[in-house]
């Protein structure tokens, strides 16, 4: 560890130790010469140094000032890597991939602070910015969480909203001992691979997010009860005949993969539109 330098709990800085585990992520990732790499949150540049050497281009987003200058002296030889000291959350990732990355594939590969880790996402598969893949290394109950089908504990409205964007690939386990400092629970390593041609296309997509979202807002209650909270443009008996209609009175919003999500917007899409 550099010295002088304090790990920021705030930011959720947790570093690997040693070269083992990031040239796994760096290899997963599909990193090559053909490629240029969004890096979020290189902290010492462990695996920046990994992606260096497999990628043509490294652009290194590293909201941490204090690190900036390590990262610079580290890679001060390294024509491949480009350190940018910004928080990745208000970056304009289109220009950047347009100024670094020009004829190249572009892949995203992070370490994510588990405490940003589905804004980042999100932002990342919202913003549909073409990218190959997006390998990331997060909290192990969060990658089951977003690999999870439905029907599973851990399916959620985020794991439906993410296979809306992309698929999702479990790569492999971290245990907790490869990190300083030693966080309280083990990592995992995910692919995301977005859709270059969504499974769905409700025929009104903020309605279909607001369904999504409706459904598992009271995760204790029948999806009936839960949407007519969140749909407040359709009398509870309307929104009730719809959901009793394709699934049945009693379904709960985690029994409804991405797919069955569209149908049930697209329908009430219909209502909505037929009453105004």
Known sequence: MAEGFYKKKSLGQN???????????????GADKGCGVIEIGPGMGILTKQLALRAAK???????????????ERFADAENVKIINEDVMKCDLRSLIK???????????????????TPILMMLLEGEYGFRSITVMVQKE????LSAKAGAAG?????????????VKRQFTVGAENFSPKPKVDSAVITLTPYTEKPVKPENEGLFFRVL????????????????????????????????????????????DVRQFAALSDRINALICHRG
């Open 213 to 256: 979202r409706g459904a598992f807002a009271m995760r204790r209650k029948t999806l009936v009860n839960s949407l007519s909270s969140a749909i407040n443009e359709l009398p509870k008996e309307e929104i009730k005949s719809v959901v009793t209609e394709l699934f049945g009175a009693t379904v709960r919003g985690e029994e409804l």
């Open 99 to 117: 100024e670094e990355f020009a004829g190249l594939d572009c892949v995203v590969c992070a370490n994510l602070p588990y405490y940003i880790t």
């Open 15 to 29: 570093f690997l130790t040693s070269d083992r585990i990031p040239a796994r992520i760096a290899e997963v990732c």
């Open 142 to 145: 969060v990658a089951e969480r």
């Open 155 to 167: 399916y959620g409205a985020v794991t439906a909203a993410v296979s809306y964007y992309a698929a």
């Open 58 to 72: 490294v652009a290194a987003i590293e909201i941490d000032s204090e690190l900036i200058p390590i990262l610079e």
